[in-house]
């Protein structure tokens, strides 16, 4: 792991993920929920989370990780025990990090699967303080990257004691840079990053309402949407992401659409996240609108079969973008 200062030896990687309220996330299972009574889960099992970490974690895979870690670094405010246990955690999965050291205590989320009924609980907590000083410290490491990161992704939440335009800030000083600016994040966060521009945003379907305050009841309202948001230039690229209903993708010049893959969904968690973390990987690697876009749905669907907070593997996501390669050819 990297510690900002000793951050000089190592160069800018292509692509720098940021996390400003990451989380130790808990996830296990019980037979019932019922209320009072001792509910006895199964062994608890910990991953590293929240958005950015989740997309650097994705990117590591897609990439053979350890091999060539400096291609994504995943850089994120940690503090006391639990931000001592998700350094370690990131460590073991050979993910690149850079850790700005906070006072406050990193969060744990909680998620729990009712096994009679299939059903998930998550219970997600607010996560630590943080100060206008620990704050300017991540703004000045991203300033201080020579050359700037290609891409530059500002995903989740944020902590208490950030304003709402903090992504908005750290997205006009990458693009002040030439860095390609991604966003993934909620509410009034999400507007002020939209309002300094972005080069591509992937809001939920529930993210999207609430920017609009639109119901945006059945497709062509979707579609029209995110065309608006390009057409503002609010983002060049909007990756509308649909749950079970698959996903779109708008540019100023295309509007590509596909279903969601048929597959068994053990968890959803970290769906959204594969997706990004698929798509960012593969426009780093120049492919062309139509690949990146099957690898995004790969890769979210190859995490819909794993448990709890566990992630796609590279392998599994390699063959479902093949089948669907397949599949398109067999239609035409
Ligand atoms: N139940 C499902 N069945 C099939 N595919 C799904 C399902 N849920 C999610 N997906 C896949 O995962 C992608 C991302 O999921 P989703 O749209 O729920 O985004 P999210 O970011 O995980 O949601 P949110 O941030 O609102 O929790 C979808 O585009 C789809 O390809
Ligand atoms: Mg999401």
């Known amino acids: 792991m990297q510690t900002p200062h000793h951050a000089a030896k190592h160069p800018a990687p292509a692509i720098l993920t940021v996390t400003l309220n990451p989380a130790v996330d808990v996830a296990t299972s019980v037979e ?10 199964t062994h608890a099992q910990r991953d590293p989370g929240g958005g950015g970490i989740n997309v650097a974690r994705v990117i590591g895979r897609l990439s053979g990780n350890a091999g060539n870690a400096s291609d994504c670094v995943a850089l994120y ?3 006391g025990a ?37 059903r998930e609980y998550r219970f997600v907590l607010p996560g630590p303080t943080v100060t206008a000083r620990e704050w300017q410290a991540c703004a000045d490491y991203l300033a201080s990257l020579d050359p700037a990161p290609r891409y530059l992704v500002l995903s989740g939440s944020l902590p208490p004691g950030l304003p709402a335009d903090a992504w908005a800030q750290l997205a006009k000083a990458a693009k002040a840079r030439d860095t390609r600016v991604v966003v993934d994040t909620s509410g009034p966060a999400l507007a002020a990053a939209l309002d300094a521009g972005v080069y591509l945003v992937k809001p ?17 309202e979707w579609r029209e949407a995110a065309q608006q948001l390009v057409r503002e230039g ?88 093949a089948e669907m390669v397949k599949r398109e050819a067999s239609v035409r």
């Open 204 to 220: 939920s379907l529930g993210e999207l309402r609430t920017l609009t305050g639109r119901p945006l009841a059945a497709e062509p």
């Open 32 to 41: 019932r929920l019922v209320e009072s009574h001792k509910m006895r889960c």
């Open 77 to 79: 405010l940690a503090g």
């Open 82 to 118: 639990t931000g001592q246990m998700l350094r370690e955690l990131l460590d073991a999965e050979h993910v690149a990090g850079v850790c700005i050291d906070i006072a406050d205590e990193t969060r744990e989320n909680f998620s729990v699967r009712e096994t009679s009924t299939g």
């Open 234 to 321: 609010r983002a060049q690229m909007v990756a509308l992401t649909l749950g079970e209903r698959g996903a779109l993708l708008v540019t100023q010049d295309r509007t590509l659409s596909a279903a969601a893959l048929d597959v068994p969904v053990s968890s959803s968690i970290g769906a959204g996240d594969s997706f990004l973390g698929a798509m960012v990987w593969a426009l780093n690697r120049q492919a062309g609108l139509d690949d990146a876009f099957r690898y995004a749905l790969a890769a979210a669907s190859a995490t819909l079969l794993t448990s709890g907070t566990r992630l796609c593997s590279a392998e599994e996501v390699e063959r479902m973008a």
